[in-house]
């Protein structure tokens, strides 16, 4: 896919925004190129929106901290979750967080040409570990994205 000159300057704004911490400059410009070129804005902006999320709850899940929501009873009288139940629930809306994300890349892909979406299709929406580590890391690079964009407002 030919990259435009506007799609360019925005990575390289974007690229020393993160602090040159894209790990996807190829595909991160094939997103932009898509979603310009198809009118897909709202897609693109959902599939910006659920990357910042998945990554805040994946730096949660990540961290060693014990996850707790309340440190008394509730005005009902229940007590608070526990860490594993507050973990659980942490994990359920990661994975259906990730089922979104993993939509709307594929949504997204289909009017990008055959040879960039097999492409991408390949490296982040393959069943396998290489597949999911590489999706986390364009999460990542799109949730700087979203973080650069709305600076810009």
Same mark, same amino acid.
């Given at each position: 896919? &030919?990259?435009?000159?506007?799609?360019? &300057?925005?990575?390289?704004?974007?690229?020393?925004?993160?602090?040159? *911490?894209?790990?996807?400059?190829? /595909?991160?410009?094939?997103?932009? /190129?898509?979603?310009?070129?198809?009118?897909?804005?709202?897609?693109?902006?959902?599939?910006?929106?659920?990357? !910042?999320?998945?990554?805040?709850?994946?730096?949660?899940?990540?961290?060693?901290?014990?996850?707790?929501?309340?440190? !008394?009873?509730?005005?009902?009288?229940?007590?608070?979750?526990?860490?594993? =139940?507050?973990?659980? &629930?942490?994990?359920?809306?990661?994975?259906?967080?990730?089922? *979104?994300?993993?939509?709307?890349?594929?949504?997204?892909?289909?009017?990008?040409?055959? /040879?960039?979406?097999?492409?991408? =299709?390949? &490296?982040?929406?393959?069943?396998?570990?290489?597949?999911?580590?590489?999706?986390?890391?364009?999460?990542?690079?799109?949730?700087?994205?979203?973080?650069?964009?709305?600076? !810009?407002?």
């Amino acid at each position: 896919m &030919k990259i435009s000159d506007k799609t360019k &300057k925005e990575i390289e704004e974007l690229y020393l925004y993160s602090g040159n *911490k894209l790990k996807n400059v190829p /595909e991160m410009m094939v997103l932009i /190129e898509v979603a310009d070129k198809s009118g897909k804005d709202k897609l693109f902006y959902d599939l910006q929106f659920a990357a !910042k999320y998945l990554n805040g709850l994946g730096k949660i899940l990540q961290s060693n901290v014990a996850i707790t929501t309340q440190k !008394k009873p509730g005005e009902n009288g229940q007590e608070p979750p526990s860490a594993e =139940e507050a973990r659980g &629930k942490i994990m359920a809306e990661y994975k259906a967080n990730m089922v *979104k994300f993993t939509n709307y890349l594929r949504d997204l892909l289909l009017d990008a040409e055959e /040879e960039d979406r097999k492409a991408m =299709e390949e &490296k982040y929406l393959t069943l396998s570990r290489t597949a999911m580590v590489n999706l986390t890391t364009l999460i990542y690079d799109l949730s700087w994205l979203k973080r650069y964009l709305n600076s !810009k407002r």
